[in-house]
């Protein structure tokens, strides 16, 4: 069956740098667009980058754009979430998601979700 399985989450300061991963079994990885969501406690999902199928293209949520990057390595159905200048804002829990027909910047069109990782950025 397919998996995302999201790491690299951590305890940061701010100021500081993590480095996300999704490592995706089970499709065809190239096949699709990937994304990166978080979600603080009671707050809804929000998107936070995406990638087309080929890396070529790449998204950014305002509030991350200059700060996050994300990349792909297709040879290792893997995908990436560079995260530098980190702010206790960027505190939540971050999903890794794969898009068969779409780039994954809303939740609507997702195929499938990580079980998540746990960011946590202190003052």
């Known amino acids: 069956q397919v998996q995302l399985v999201e790491s690299g989450g951590g305890l940061v300061q701010a100021g500081g740098s993590l480095r996300l991963s999704c490592a995706a079994s089970?499709?065809?990885?190239?096949?699709?667009?990937m994304g990166w969501f978080r979600q603080a406690p009671g707050k809804e999902r929000e998107f936070v980058a995406a990638?087309?199928?080929?890396?070529?293209?790449?998204y950014y949520a305002d509030s991350v754009k200059g700060r996050f990057s994300i990349s792909r390595d297709n040879a290792k159905n893997a995908m990436f979430l560079q995260m530098n200048s980190l702010k206790p804002e960027d505190t939540a829990v971050y999903y890794c998601?794969?898009?068969?027909?779409?780039?994954?910047?809303?939740?609507?069109?997702?195929?499938?979700w990580g079980q998540g990782t746990q960011v946590t950025v202190s003052s």
């Open positions: 998601a794969a898009a068969r027909n779409t780039i994954p910047v809303v939740t609507t069109g997702i195929n499938y």
């Open positions: 089970g499709l065809t990885f190239s096949n699709y667009a």
């Open positions: 990638i087309n199928w080929s890396g070529g293209r790449t």
